[in-house]
């Protein structure tokens, strides 16, 4: 007889594991399914966030900040500091040290909250009409067994979009796993994708010493961001980083002949160019995943670009199963696909402790914030300007440089801005775009506000913490009546 659960939930990234978690907290019997396995062939709970995206990316983007900080930037504070150099396989284990704890981490979270977690490809099995369970096949690399759940949560998660005519192997072709693992800073190295995989990728190997060339397809640079945003960024990065960007290229063709790959590629301007560097990260984009799930066994809907389709609540065309994170439509982000996981387990746990159907509060992709962990750092939340001007709403806006602010001078860390946009009539705030140093711990306040239905005026009445990096917020709420007092 199979084991019975009330609650399946297949994959153990973010979404998935803090689902199984609330749902546990709520008292329901869990199970969370995860196939992944690290180098060394053991299991490693928290999918790609944990095991080779958020995580170890952060923790390298740091690595090399530090060492770029030594080399560039700590003379102006009266240090000096000679001969400095950077052991590439030491930072990488220091990388590794950090991922092991954290999934540890959640095997613990498991234990202690009494979720079982079960190791293998999880698949919905074809359901007879009659049934009021699911049955999931757990097969872990052809040992298998068969489970039953009343409810079943799909977090699956997404994987890199391959490019047809560049086969990654990870040894001179990388996705983001291979990028995050060399051993050794390339001496040229070649980004397709200047998303935030492209960039904070590039970041890090261009502050390690590599000669770092971006090519990115769309016209625009980081065109879902605030247009001002991104045009200070690409500007901050070729003459501070030295990050070489190109848009609106048109790859033709990717060869690697010994130690190097050679991509043929149209320009902005329609000229055929070459470019030859010794790695090459493919990073454009990411797809849902759903394989091996059993969609078409059980007529589970997607649509034309692969993600499982859901409604508002998240819950897929099939009886009882929810889907959640980037097998989904939204914002493909940690952090929104966690809150998608803990609204699902609420629902169930209405329907299934408390006999109630009515529905609970659904994610606002409006207040879900976006960073990019740059140098400096990129931050937003809310409509950008050109969103407000095609939807011909009226705003007006405030903006403070952090040159005017007194932390960031003492830091040393001056570039970028804040820009405040809100509703001309009722003052509420429409978005929020940063630039800038810790952008990424500042843009909370601003997703606070939103989502409290600030105006900006309630942000200017704040008292902030002087000297802060803080107050170059509040002095943009200030700019949007035009009463900014320190510039």
Same mark, same amino acid.
């Given at each position: +007889? ?17 689902a199984a978690i609330r749902c546990a907290q709520l008292g329901l019997n869990t199970v969370c399914i995860d196939e992944w396995k690290n180098p060394k062939g053991k299991a490693s709970l928290g999918g790609t966030c944990l095991n080779v995206g958020c995580i170890p990316s952060k923790a390298l983007l740091?690595?090399?900040?530090? $060492? ?34 954290? &999934? ?18 999880? &698949? ?9 369970? #699911? ?11 068969? /489970? ?7 977090? &699956?998660? !997404? ?27 390339? %001496? ?16 890090? #190997? ?16 980081? +065109? ?28 033709? !063709? ?58 508002? $609540? ?7 199963? $929810? ?46 914030? #976006?960073?990019? $962990? ?5 931050? #937003?939340?809310? %409509? ?18 952090? /040159? ?10 001056? !570039?970028?801005? /804040? ?33 409290? !239905? ?34």
């Amino acid at each position: +007889m199979s084991e019975t659960f009330d609650v399946a939930v297949i994959g153990a990234g973010p979404g998935g594991y803090v689902a199984a978690i609330r749902c546990a907290q709520l008292g329901l019997n869990t199970v969370c399914i995860d196939e992944w396995k690290n180098p060394k062939g053991k299991a490693s709970l928290g999918g790609t966030c944990l095991n080779v995206g958020c995580i170890p990316s952060k923790a390298l983007l740091e690595s090399s900040e530090n $060492y770029f900080q030594i080399q560039h930037k700590v003379s102006a504070h009266g240090i000096t500091a000679e001969n400095v150099s950077v052991d590439v396989p030491v930072m990488i284990a220091r990388k590794d040290k950090i991922v092991t704890m954290f &999934t540890t981490g959640i095997a613990s979270l498991f234990k202690k909250n009494k979720v079982k977690s079960m190791h293998g490809r999880g &698949t919905l099995l074809k359901r007879d009409a009659s049934a009021n369970t #699911w049955q999931i096949k757990v097969d872990d690399n052809g040992t298998a067994e068969t /489970i039953q759940a009343k409810h079943v949560i799909v977090a &699956t998660g !997404s994987v890199p979009r391959p490019l047809p005519f560049a086969e990654v192997d990870n040894v001179m072709i990388l996705d983001n796993a291979g990028a995050l693992a060399l051993t050794e800073v390339p %001496k040229r190295l070649g980004v397709i994708g200047a998303g935030v995989i492209g960039l904070e990728m590039g970041s890090v #190997w261009r502050r390690l010493g590599a000669e770092v060339t971006i090519l990115e397809a769309m016209p625009g640079f980081l +065109m879902a961001a605030d247009e001002q945003i991104a045009k200070e960024a690409k500007s901050i990065f070729a003459k501070e980083t030295g990050l070489q960007i190109n848009t609106g290229v048109n790859i033709k !063709s990717v060869k690697v002949t010994g130690d190097t790959v050679t991509v043929g590629y149209s320009d902005s301007n329609n000229q055929e160019q070459i470019l030859e560097v010794d790695k090459l990260i493919v990073a454009i984009g990411r797809i849902p995943n759903t394989a091996g799930l059993g969609v078409q066994e059980n007529g589970l809907q997607v649509d034309e670009r692969g993600f499982v389709v859901v409604d508002q $609540y998240c819950r897929t065309n099939l009886a009882n199963v $929810y889907a959640v994170g980037d097998v989904v439509r939204g914002p493909m982000l940690a952090h929104k696909a966690s809150e998608e996981g803990v609204a699902v387990a609420e629902m169930i746990q209405h329907m299934e402790k408390k006999g109630q159907t009515d529905e609970l509060e659904t994610v606002d992709f409006n207040t879900v914030p #976006w960073v990019i $962990y740059t140098a400096p750092e990129i931050a #937003w939340v809310g %409509k950008n300007e050109q969103e407000l001007r095609a939807a011909g709403i009226a705003y007006k806006a405030g903006q403070f440089p952090f /040159i005017a602010n007194g932390r960031a001078r003492a830091m040393g860390e001056t !570039s970028g801005f /804040i820009k405040v946009l809100a509703d001309e009539k009722t003052d509420r705030v429409l978005g929020v775009h940063m630039i800038g140093p810790h952008v990424s711990e500042l843009i909370s306040e601003a997703v606070m506000a939103m989502k409290f !239905s600030a105006s900006s005026e309630d942000i200017a009445c704040i008292v902030h913490a002087h000297p802060s990096l803080s107050e170059v917020f509040h002095e943009a709420a200030l700019g949007v009546d035009k009463r900014a007092l320190h510039i």
